[in-house]
């Protein structure tokens, strides 16, 4: 029996494109009204995890039961609940603002008093009210990919599915976005997200990191922190590119990770591991700004956890 | 299911007439083919560039030449030389034709000896070439008769009035003064008609694969054959304006006459346009990229205008192919073409013209709506 309170349940999915196994035996629970994340790089899975939910592709092997419809075995029935993002919403350029909307609400059979109502509703709520009869190929990329939401959101869903939607999107209208997101999930829109970029999953409720195909874990973004084994300790440096090949192989640091003018270095031990790194580097002669333990980022824990699954 | 399909077939009318160049290319192009056709296609035969070699210099040589002068077929140069000056003007392109009368050709008849006349003819375009020397072969076959006459004549003037001649007694039907524009005219039509169609539909499914709306309709609750009807509707009135406008050329301009019914002329070419539109979106299901659908296209129409019959006649192809034209829908809807408009034929006599079109469009347009799944496999 479905249960109503998981909007999502996928258990065992499997999905091939010989030679490759896109998804592999991916498992997770999506609860209703939740922002679920999936997290991971460039051909992670996360992709074809979303075509699957959509209806838009058949897995091999594996269920996926979405708003209580099995998308496996029907995958008509669950379109009528839920809405897909791709990475770049299917905007006709040619048509204007609200032809484009009026086409996608007649694909879902909405009634124009309803699609008129939400349309207006949609389209103020991201400050687009006035841009209604402008072509759709005029508008810029942040604006597109609001009209896109709103085409999207336009036969009210019970389920989004977003494909990377803040790809190539100003953090402004990043911003705009996801509060428009945190305003959906508030009136029970359970959103599955797809995100290459670490600082947005952070901002999920729950996350789960996918790698080639399969889930490394997945939980709430500060759960996950907690869960990494050790510590992790940034030694800030205008060379840190340089200093990666000295310390990527001292002792007790399990990996290095560089961001920006710092190192983030997975060790056992911080308060053991800090002062013997320091040493090291006065000793070479090597500068450096400051050595200190840190709360690990997402970024953090998924490199760890990939190095983890694949030691060198 | 039918706001889906009235939301489909007003938005594919928005994209067509918004765009400058699509819109352009609905109305301009297909009057300069009609009438382009309408005056370049023809099998006449004038003006063949033509040269003459006389090295007889009798009064006999000069009067055929006079014969072949003032017949129209031949625009003539006097040349003297031999056979090498032949060479060259043929291989230079400057006469397709050369006629040479040998010295002696006078004597000869004078002697009642069979004389020769020498044709030399550039054979690349065979039609050309066939034509004229059936041109020659008469001019030379007026003269003899003209001569013996002369000649019974004056020796027996009695006998050459009792020479019996069959007489051709020519009425050609349907098409009065043997018109090459009456026969090409709807032919094109046909042709247009299937070059325009072909390009709107080829491209109109790929297209929305490219800039990823085709993905976005796939999530909504569409169904195949809604999403085939959308896209077929509105290219199948686009075609009958297309057909309203190039008909009008063909009968105003081209003073093509309209004989038959407009609703029988009509239904066929609701038919054919179908199973063009089926053919075209079965293609864009097949294609990747717009490129792909273009090329394929391409392959398609190029052989189905050759044997549709638009130029070549059926008859004279190889078993083989004659049996390939039954795949044809232009085959069919040309016939329908020059039977509504130059014969006034009815529908109990085109009727299998009919079903071919009919079972062409059901075909393409079901496997058309098959191929449209709602996968991204």
Same mark, same amino acid.
């Given at each position: 029996?479905?249960?109503?309170?998981?909007?999502?349940?996928?258990?065992?999915?499997?999905?091939?494109?010989?030679?490759?196994?896109?998804?592999?035996?991916?498992?997770?629970?999506?609860?209703?009204?939740?922002?679920?994340?999936?997290?991971?790089?460039?051909?992670?899975?996360?992709?074809?995890?979303?075509?699957?939910?959509?209806?838009?592709?058949?897995?091999?092997?594996?269920?996926?039961?979405?708003?209580?419809?099995?998308?496996?075995?029907?995958? $008509?029935?669950?379109?009528?609940?839920?809405?897909?993002?791709?990475?770049?919403?299917?905007?006709?350029?040619?048509?204007?603002?609200?032809?484009?909307?009026?086409?996608?609400?007649?694909?879902?059979?909405?009634?124009?008093?309803?699609?008129?109502?939400?349309?207006?509703?949609?389209?103020?709520?991201?400050?687009?009210? $006035?841009?209604?009869?402008?072509?759709?190929?005029?508008?810029?990329?942040?604006?597109?990919?609001?009209?896109?939401?709103?085409?999207?959101?336009?036969?009210?869903?019970?389920?989004?599915?977003?494909?990377?939607?803040?790809?190539?999107?100003?953090?402004?209208?990043?911003?705009?976005?996801?509060?428009?997101?945190?305003?959906?999930?508030?009136?029970?829109?359970?959103?599955?997200?797809?995100?290459?970029? %670490?600082?947005?999953?952070?901002?999920?409720?729950?996350?789960?990191?996918?790698?080639?195909?399969?889930? %490394?874990?997945?939980?709430?973004?500060?759960?996950?922190?907690?869960? %990494?084994?050790?510590?992790?300790?940034?030694?800030?440096?205008?060379?840190?590119?340089?200093?990666?090949?000295?310390?990527?192989?001292?002792?007790?640091?399990?990996?290095?990770?560089?961001?920006?003018?710092?190192?983030?270095?997975?060790?056992?031990?911080?308060?053991?591991?800090?002062?013997?790194?320091?040493?090291?580097?006065?000793?070479?002669? %090597?500068?450096?700004?400051?050595?200190?333990?840190?709360?690990?980022?997402?970024?953090?824990?998924?490199?760890?956890?990939?190095?983890?699954?694949?030691?060198? | 299911?039918?706001?889906?399909?009235?939301?489909?077939?007003?938005?594919?009318?928005?994209?067509? *007439?918004?765009?400058?160049?699509?819109?352009?290319?609905?109305?301009?192009?297909? /009057?300069?083919?009609?009438?382009?056709?309408?005056?370049?296609?023809?099998? @006449?035969?004038?003006?063949?560039?033509?040269?003459?070699?006389?090295?007889?210099?009798?009064?006999?040589?000069?009067? =055929?030449?006079?014969?072949?002068?003032?017949?129209?077929?031949?625009?003539?140069?006097?040349?003297?030389? !031999?056979?090498?000056?032949? !060479?060259?003007? +043929?291989?230079?392109?400057?006469?397709?034709?050369?006629?040479?009368?040998? #010295?002696?050709?006078?004597?000869?008849?004078?002697?009642?000896?069979?004389?020769?006349?020498?044709?030399?003819?550039?054979?690349? @375009?065979? &039609?050309?070439?066939? /034509?004229?020397?059936?041109?020659?072969?008469?001019?030379?076959?007026?003269?003899?008769? @003209?001569?013996?006459?002369?000649?019974?004549?004056?020796?027996?003037?009695?006998?050459?009035?009792?020479? #019996?001649?069959?007489?051709? @007694?020519?009425? #050609?039907?349907? &098409?009065? !003064?043997?018109?090459?524009?009456?026969?090409?005219?709807?032919?094109?039509?046909?042709?247009?008609?299937?070059?325009?169609?072909?390009?709107?539909?080829?491209?109109?499914?790929?297209?929305?694969?490219?800039?990823?709306?085709?993905?976005? +309709?796939?999530?909504?609750?569409?169904?195949?054959?809604?999403?085939?009807?959308?896209?077929?509707?509105?290219?199948?009135? +686009?075609? =009958?304006?297309?057909?309203l406008?190039?008909s009008?050329?063909?009968?105003? *301009?081209?003073?093509?006459?309209l004989r038959g019914s407009i609703a029988l002329l009509l239904a066929?070419s =609701?038919?054919? /346009?179908?199973?063009?539109?089926?053919?075209?979106?079965? /293609?864009?299901?097949?294609? !990747?990229?717009?490129?792909?659908?273009?090329?394929?296209?391409?392959?398609?129409?190029?052989?189905?205008?050759?044997?549709?019959?638009?130029?070549?006649?059926?008859?004279?192809? #190889?078993?083989?192919?004659?049996?390939?034209?039954?795949?044809?829908?232009?085959?069919?809807?040309?016939?329908?073409?020059?039977?509504t408009f130059?014969?006034?034929?009815?529908?109990?006599?085109?009727?299998?013209?009919?079903?071919?079109?009919?079972?062409?469009?059901?075909?393409? =347009?079901?496997?058309?709506?098959?191929?449209?799944?709602?996968?991204?496999?």
């Open positions: 029996m479905p249960d109503e309170s998981w909007a999502v349940v996928v258990e065992g999915l499997v999905k091939d494109f010989p030679p490759v196994r896109a998804v592999d035996h991916l498992s997770f629970r999506v609860s209703a009204g939740e922002i679920f994340g999936l997290v991971g790089p460039d051909g992670a899975g996360k992709t074809t995890t979303m075509r699957v939910l959509a209806g838009v592709m058949a897995p091999d092997e594996g269920s996926a039961v979405v708003c209580g419809c099995d998308v496996v075995r029907d995958p $008509e029935a669950v379109k009528q609940h839920i809405s897909y993002m791709p990475q770049r919403f299917g905007l006709y350029e040619d048509l204007t603002v609200s032809e484009n909307i009026r086409f996608y609400a007649d694909l879902f059979g909405i009634s124009r008093r309803q699609r008129e109502q939400a349309a207006a509703r949609l389209l103020a709520a991201c400050g687009m009210s $006035e841009f209604s009869g402008r072509l759709a190929g005029k508008l810029s990329g942040g604006m597109k990919q609001k009209l896109g939401l709103v085409c999207a959101l336009i036969h009210t869903p019970r389920l989004l599915l977003l494909d990377e939607p803040t790809n190539g999107v100003d953090p402004l209208s990043r911003r705009e976005f996801w509060a428009m997101l945190y305003e959906l999930a508030a009136q029970g829109v359970t959103i599955v997200n797809s995100t290459a970029y %670490l600082d947005e999953a952070e901002r999920c409720h729950r996350v789960a990191l996918m790698h080639r195909g399969r889930l %490394l874990f997945c939980d709430q973004p500060q759960r996950l922190k907690q869960r %990494l084994p050790g510590a992790v300790i940034a030694v800030v440096s205008p060379i840190a590119a340089r200093l990666r090949e000295e310390l990527a192989h001292a002792d007790g640091v399990h990996s290095v990770l560089l961001i920006g003018d710092a190192l983030h270095l997975f060790v056992d031990d911080a308060a053991r591991r800090i002062p013997q790194i320091s040493r090291a580097l006065d000793a070479k002669g %090597l500068f450096y700004d400051e050595v200190v333990r840190i709360t690990p980022t997402i970024e953090d824990l998924f490199v760890n956890a990939v190095t983890a699954q694949e030691p060198h | 299911m039918l706001a889906r399909i009235w939301q489909f077939v007003v938005k594919e009318f928005f994209q067509v *007439w918004r765009d400058p160049r699509t819109r352009f290319s609905l109305i301009v192009p297909p /009057i300069i083919q009609i009438i382009v056709f309408g005056y370049a296609a023809t099998f @006449d035969v004038h003006n063949v560039p033509t040269a003459v070699f006389d090295q007889d210099h009798s009064q006999e040589s000069r009067e =055929l030449i006079s014969r072949f002068a003032s017949s129209g077929y031949f625009k003539i140069t006097q040349e003297s030389g !031999n056979g090498a000056r032949i !060479n060259d003007l +043929i291989d230079r392109g400057r006469i397709t034709l050369a006629i040479r009368i040998l #010295p002696g050709f006078a004597e000869e008849i004078r002697k009642r000896e069979d004389a020769s006349l020498q044709v030399v003819l550039d054979g690349t @375009d065979s &039609n050309t070439a066939l /034509i004229a020397l059936g041109y020659i072969n008469q001019i030379t076959q007026r003269y003899q008769q @003209d001569y013996q006459r002369d000649y019974l004549n004056r020796i027996a003037p009695l006998a050459s009035q009792r020479v #019996p001649q069959v007489m051709l @007694d020519e009425r #050609p039907w349907f &098409n009065k !003064n043997l018109e090459d524009k009456l026969f090409f005219v709807p032919g094109t039509i046909g042709s247009v008609l299937m070059v325009m169609v072909m390009t709107l539909t080829a491209f109109s499914i790929v297209r929305e694969h490219e800039i990823g709306t085709l993905e976005q +309709i796939m999530v909504t609750p569409i169904r195949p054959l809604e999403f085939i009807l959308g896209k077929t509707i509105p290219y199948l009135m +686009i075609a =009958l304006f297309e057909l406008i190039i009008l050329v063909g009968v105003m *301009w081209f003073e093509v006459p066929g =609701l038919l054919f /346009i179908a199973g063009v539109l089926g053919i075209g979106l079965l /293609i864009s299901t097949l294609s !990747n990229t717009q490129q792909q659908a273009m090329v394929v296209s391409f392959f398609f129409v190029q052989p189905a205008i050759t044997l549709s019959g638009f130029g070549f006649p059926i008859s004279s192809m #190889p078993p083989v192919l004659q049996w390939l034209t039954y795949l044809d829908p232009l085959r069919y809807y040309l016939v329908v073409l020059r039977a130059l014969k006034g034929l009815d529908f109990d006599l085109l009727w299998p013209q009919f079903v071919g079109m009919a079972v062409f469009a059901l075909l393409t =347009l079901s496997a058309a709506a098959a191929r449209f799944r709602k996968t991204l496999d």
